[in-house]
């Protein structure tokens, strides 16, 4: 979603959701994005939090994230798609000491690419996150697989994170939020409208996913 130009000057309210299975460091990533803080205790999240970080991109562009940060739980309780709606971005997080949280992970992607189609007709912009990178160093195999799965799977990037010693939080952020802008910046004209149409109709009677 855009806000106003006043002036030269834009306002962005953007919608990003934060996935991925149980105790991932979903809460944990946002916290330290937002507020740069680290808590080794956590209350699992229910259903759905929320924050807002104010991001002023450049001199005449404003972008305010609006988190939604969801429970991974809600996955197993097909809650999850209630709250995809209107969404401009997503991360996907896994935790790298987890091996079946990025079955997880991919699981949730699908899930979001059944649901949620840009304007212009391509799924929204969706970053991998392999959380606690702080635990374990990733093998060259596992950095081969992962760039693998993220063409295979349609995530724009992944970046090993670590929410507890501040490692790539920043510039994961900034990847996504510069992949949503340039969706913004994407007129869609009135012919391809017209045939995003038709192919989101045959789609749906189509699809087996969801
Ligand atoms: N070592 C390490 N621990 C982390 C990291 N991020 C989160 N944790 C820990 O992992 C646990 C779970 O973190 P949360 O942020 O609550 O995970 P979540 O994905 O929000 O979990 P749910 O709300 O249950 O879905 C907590 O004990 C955190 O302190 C990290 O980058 N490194
Ligand atoms: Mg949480």
């Known amino acids: 979603m855009s806000g106003g130009t006043e002036l030269g000057f834009t306002e962005h309210l953007f919608k990003v959701l934060v996935i991925g299975d149980h105790k991932v460091g979903k809460t944990s990533f946002i916290k330290r994005y937002v507020?740069?803080?680290?808590?080794?205790?956590?209350?699992?999240?229910?259903?759905?939090?929320f924050s807002m970080k104010v991001i002023d991109w450049d001199g005449h562009t404003r972008v305010?994230?609006?988190?939604?940060?969801?429970?991974?739980?809600?996955?197993a309780r097909g809650l999850n798609r209630v709250y995809f709606k209107g969404s401009s971005g997503a991360f996907v997080v896994y935790d790298v000491?987890?091996?079946?949280?990025?079955?997880?992970?991919?699981?949730?992607?699908?899930?979001?690419?059944?649901?949620?189609?840009?304007?212009n007709g391509h799924p929204i912009p969706v970053v991998?996150?392999?959380?606690?990178?702080?635990?374990?160093?990733?093998?060259?195999?596992?950095v081969s697989l992962l760039e693998k799965l993220c063409q295979e799977k349609g995530?724009?990037?992944?970046?090993?994170?670590?929410?507890?010693?501040?490692?790539?939080?920043?510039?994961?952020?900034?990847?996504l939020v510069?992949?949503?802008l340039q969706n913004t910046e994407e007129p869609v004209?009135?012919?391809?409208?017209?045939?995003?149409?038709?192919?989101?109709?045959?789609?749906k009677t189509n699809s087996t996913c969801c």
């Open 35 to 49: 507020k740069n803080q680290f808590y080794e205790e956590l209350k699992t999240t229910i259903g759905v939090d």
């Open 128 to 142: 991998l996150l392999a959380n606690k990178c702080d635990e374990t160093k990733m093998c060259r195999r596992n």
């Open 97 to 119: 000491t987890n091996e079946s949280t990025l079955d997880g992970a991919l699981n949730w992607k699908h899930e979001l690419d059944c649901q949620e189609i840009l304007k």
């Open 178 to 180: 510069k992949q949503i």
């Open 189 to 203: 004209k009135e012919e391809e409208q017209s045939i995003q149409i038709n192919l989101q109709q045959q789609s």
């Open 64 to 75: 305010r994230l609006q988190l939604w940060d969801i429970a991974g739980q809600e996955r």
């Open 155 to 175: 995530f724009v990037g992944w970046f090993q994170t670590s929410a507890k010693k501040n490692i790539n939080v920043d510039n994961a952020a900034k990847f």
